[in-house]
């Protein structure tokens, strides 16, 4: 269950929107806290804090931290104004937000009857490391359209919301990533559903804040993954990415284009994520039972061919488009966030990286 700490604060290492890196003293000596001061106040050095261990014992690869849960003597000020959807709901740390979707939002009259993303591509993957990767693989698409004669181009560079749905991470704010991103306008807000929590907008459903994306952000395209933190069990079933699924669903319900992409690896360990990943084949192949555009890099060698082949599997429902991904390499070296999936690298699992571009370019291309 959850391990406990008392811990004193050393120093802060840096600062986001929502979140603090600390450095802590406990009794095992120090350690690196995260804090999110909109739940838990702001900590000072010198401050005393309970800290919740679990992650940070487990050795988790993306929660190597100590969380603040309280710091006693510095209480954040109780909320004010409208909301009263409670997310982490009958947590300790539940917490009232305003959705977009409910009555006191300014934007219910919008939502309320909003029934239609009006053929929005919406990019699926499966891991929170694919989102940077889609976002370089689209907005090199939209610079190779703005060196077109103006007459022939189609428009500005696209807005590209991300909705976050709550397999993985609760709080928006843990992704640094997510954080850059918006601060650079590579993505226009962050859209939080279900019980995550912390985005430019909150949701209720992934549906809503499908809606919320286009109507309330005024998206052009949106892409869906999991927060960071997802979980996985070695099952055919035990794996929080079968959401990838249920958002393939929900945007041909809404009247979206599903765009998916392949969670690809030439550098996991694993033999189950080798080449096309299982939570892929299962995730598009069984769950999602609306069809959608399936992305299929056109890799080189015989690994190419590998992926080739396993994708066919998803032939018998989903479109397979071939997509090539010359220049994308070049594209993908210049994210302004660093590139890891499962703490591999660019150069060490180029292939995971090149099929999430790969979707993103495709997703451009529904634009024009």
Same mark, same amino acid.
Request: glycine share 8%; aromatic share 4%.
């Given at each position: 269950m959850i391990r406990w700490r008392k811990g004193e604060v050393l120093r802060v290492r840096r600062e986001w929107p929502g979140a603090m890196e600390l450095d802590v003293t406990v009794p095992e000596g120090e350690c690196r &806290?995260?804090? /999110? @001061? %909109? $739940?838990?106040?702001? @900590?000072?050095p010198g401050d005393t804090v309970l800290l919740n261990t679990t992650a940070l014992a487990m050795g988790l690869g993306t929660g190597g931290y100590a969380m603040v849960v309280a710091v006693p003597d510095r209480l954040p000020q109780d909320p004010s104004g409208p909301g009263h959807l409670v997310k982490a709901r009958y947590t300790p740390l539940q917490a009232t937000v305003l959705g977009a979707d409910e009555q006191d939002s300014p934007y219910h009259p919008i939502l309320r009857d909003a029934d239609s993303i009006d053929g929005m591509p919406v990019v699926v993957a499966d891991l929170h490391s694919a989102l940077p990767a889609v976002l370089c693989g689209l907005y090199e698409a939209s610079r190779t359209e703005a060196d077109r004669p103006e007459a022939d181009r189609s428009g500005a560079r696209p807005r590209v919301a991300y909705v976050m749905p709550d397999g993985g991470a609760l709080p928006a704010w843990f992704s640094m990533s997510c954080a850059r991103l918006r601060? $650079?306008?590579?993505?226009?807000? #962050?859209?939080?559903?279900?019980q995550a929590f912390g985005g430019d907008v909150e &949701?209720?459903? $992934?549906?809503?804040?499908? $809606?919320?994306? !286009?109507? #309330?952000?005024?998206?052009?395209?949106a892409v869906v993954a999991q927060g960071p933190g997802n979980l996985g069990t070695g099952t055919r079933w035990g794996f929080s990415g079968v959401s990838a699924g249920e958002a393939v669903n929900a945007t041909a319900t809404l009247g979206g284009r599903p765009v998916a992409a392949l969670r690809v690896s030439e550098g996991d360990r694993r033999e189950r994520h080798i080449g096309v990943s299982h939570h892929s084949l299962t995730? /598009?192949?069984?769950?999602?039972?609306? %069809?959608?555009?399936?992305?299929?890099p056109e890799l080189p060698g015989d690994f190419g061919r !590998? #992926?080739?082949?396993?994708?066919?599997?998803?032939? #018998?429902?989903?479109?397979?488009?071939e997509v090539p991904v010359d220049g994308l390499y070049e594209a993908l070296r210049q994210s302004p966030v660093r590139l890891s999936t499962m703490g591999r690298g660019l150069d060490e699992d180029l292939a995971c990286f090149l099929?999430?571009?790969?979707?993103?370019?495709?997703?451009?291309s529904l634009l024009t």
């Open positions: &806290a995260l804090a /999110y @001061p %909109p $739940l838990v106040g702001r @900590p000072e601060e $650079l306008d590579w993505l226009c807000g #962050v859209v939080t559903t279900g &949701a209720v459903t $992934l549906h809503t804040g499908l $809606l919320a994306a !286009r109507h #309330v952000l005024g998206a052009d395209v995730a /598009y192949g069984r769950v999602a039972l609306a %069809p959608a555009q399936v992305v299929v !590998r #992926v080739a082949e396993q994708a066919q599997a998803l032939a #018998v429902r989903h479109e397979l488009v099929a999430s571009a790969a979707a993103g370019r495709h997703a451009a």
